[in-house]
C-alpha cells in the first residue's frame, strides 16, 4: 500500500480524520513512561496531525515534553526524522499497516530508539468498523490477537529498554479467534 497516498487522502478529506486525539486515554500511562525514563527527546511515530498536542497540550501533563511529530499521511509531518529518541510514543498506527510491511514499520520505529528510553505502543486489535481506505476496506487491515503481536514486539526486547504494548478493543466487536 503506498501510505502517504492513501491515508493522504483521508486526511486531506476531513479535518478531524487522525487528528491524534486517539492518544488521550493513555495520556497517564506515557506521564508515568517519561517520568520513570526521563527522556530528553520523544518522538510520536504516526502522530496524525498533531492537534493531541497543539490543542489538547497532553505534553504538558508528562512534564512538557513535546515529541517530534511524524506522519506520512501529513504532508507538513511526512519527513522521516533523524537520530535516537529516548521517548517513543506509537498508538492508532500499528492495526493500520498491511501485515507484509508490519516487520518494516516496526525495524523503522525501533530504529529510531535508544538503548535507555521506552516505546509505547496501542494497537487495536478489532476492525475499525467506522473508518475505510479510498479503495472500501476497513481501516485496520492488520487484525491479530495480542500474542500475534507480542512474539513480533520480542524481537527488539533489549538491555534498558522498555517497551509497552495496550492492546485496544472496539466497542462492539467480533473478534475472529
Known sequence: MDYEKEYGQMHDAKARNFSGYSIKRYVQEIAALVYDRLPDRMLDYGSGKGYQYLALRVHEKWGGILPVCYDPGVVQLRIKPIGKFSGI????????????????????????????????????????????????????????????WDAKLAKYQRQGLTIRAVYEKAKKARLPW
Do not use: N
Open 89 to 148: 510514543i506509537c498508538t492508532d498506527v500499528m492495526e493500520h499497516i498491511e501485515e507484509a510491511d508490519v516487520d518494516k514499520v516496526l525495524d523503522d520505529i525501533f530504529g529510531f530508539a535508544d538503548d535507555h528510553g521506552f516505546v509505547f505502543l496501542v494497537i487495536g486489535i478489532d476492525p475499525s468498523y467506522r473508518k475505510k481506505l479510498p479503495d472500501g476496506r476497513d481501516v485496520h487491515v492488520t487484525i491479530k490477537p495480542p500474542e500475534w
